[in-house]
């Protein structure tokens, strides 16, 4: 696959985890875990978490909590070195911005996720033609 057609990839699958996590599809977001590398995720506040059991298990608590927020994904930017792809984008819940790292490998069912981390953002950055403020946190 083209480098262009490669990055295509890794946002449609970086947009499938956050359509998972608005869904609440736990099916979906466990699907798009990679298998065969180590995973890690750090959410807001959280310590680090390793492997599989621990990643997914995070999630599920959070999908099932009815309390969860909604998160909206903005200004997705994708690079892929090889085997390896990186989305960093922003992450809106009730106007308040994270900046996010999406890190994916390359396995036989396609790009997998093997690292989140999200983390306070001052805002997202407006675009130089938006008329809009930036989000900013309240």
């Not at 927020?69 to 200004?75: A, S, T």
């Not at 009730?94 to 996010?100: E, I, M």
């Not at 396609?110 to 989000?135: C, R, Y």
């Amino acid at each position: 696959m083209s480098a262009i057609g490669d990055r295509e990839a890794v946002l449609f699958a970086n947009e499938a985890f956050y359509r998972a996590f608005a869904d609440r599809d736990i099916d979906a977001l466990d699907a798009l875990w990679g298998r065969v590398e180590p995973i890690a995720c750090i959410h807001p506040g959280w310590p680090a978490l390793f492997g599989r059991t621990e990643v997914i298990a995070s999630w599920t608590r959070i999908l099932v909590n009815p309390q969860s927020p909604q998160v909206e994904c903005v200004k997705p930017e994708a690079f892929v070195f090889g085997e390896t792809a990186m989305v960093i984008c922003y992450e809106v819940i009730d106007g308040t911005a994270l900046v996010a790292t999406n890190l994916f490998r390359r396995e036989k069912a396609g790009w997998k996720l093997i690292h989140h981390q999200a983390s306070p953002a001052p805002g997202v950055p407006a675009d130089e033609d938006d008329d809009e403020p930036p989000v900013r946190p309240n």
